[in-house]
């Protein structure tokens, strides 16, 4: 058997002809959704995702701004900046890259963005709002898995699905919007004993352990679904590859998403997504 790959490159570029026309009738009507996005220091591939972000921002025809701050900006200079931007008319969605230098606080940042531009849906308002299943903005990765895996029809409701890592940008809330789907989740982790036999239970299975290809085909059950959130770069050859070791593990799965053309672009898409969604709450906010 061979699996059936999941293009999020495909369905990305779908998603996004629809939003081109979305934004040109917004910004016909009067708003041009914006996106800020800020870059601390010179993580090459920091800058790489934040250019990848941008491009992405151009295609669809949202104003996008990069501001770009030296690896010794202090805490209260980035905090302002945030500040400034969050009473920006023209920004509409507020992204700052992480991870950032060891003497900024995450948790600071992520809290002085203002949540009605929390694009990235990292404040705990929205984490909130997401684990008990208000409206809010979705964390961007997992958000594009859902998309994926439902483009394909693929039943989630009662389904065992296992996530493997359990960071807070994708670990954690893509297990929680698969649970707000009526799946049964299991978290693997790096604490986690005996994992192989887990995640040979699961019938979707969400690798985002960032180690290349850590999963192999004896991990995987006969017709599983796996989705590959890794991005590695192999030493050996500079080419980026997943956390799956993809050539064995697509004989045994059903489903498989590719790396590279598989969560990443979908990654992307969802933040384009969630700024015209501000845009689009605002406007019902002052009607
Ligand atoms: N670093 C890796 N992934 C992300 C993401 O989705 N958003 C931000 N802001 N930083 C990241």
Redesign the pocket.
Known sequence: MSAILISGKDLASDKRLEMKQEVEKLTKDGTQPGLAVILVGNDPA?RS?VKAKEKACHEVGIYSVLQELPESVSEQELLAEIERLNQDEKIHGI?????LPKHISEQAVIETISPEKDV?GFHPINIGKMMIGEETFL???PFGIVEMIKSKDIEISGKHVVVIGRSN?VGKPVGQLLLNENATVTYCHSRTKNMKEITKQADILVVAVGKAKFIDADYVKEGAVVIDVGVNRLESTGKLCGDVEFDEVKEVASYLTPVPGGVGPM?ITMLLHNTIESVKRKLKATV
């Open positions: 920091s995702y992204l700052v890259q992480l991870p990235d964390p961007c990765t940008i990654t």
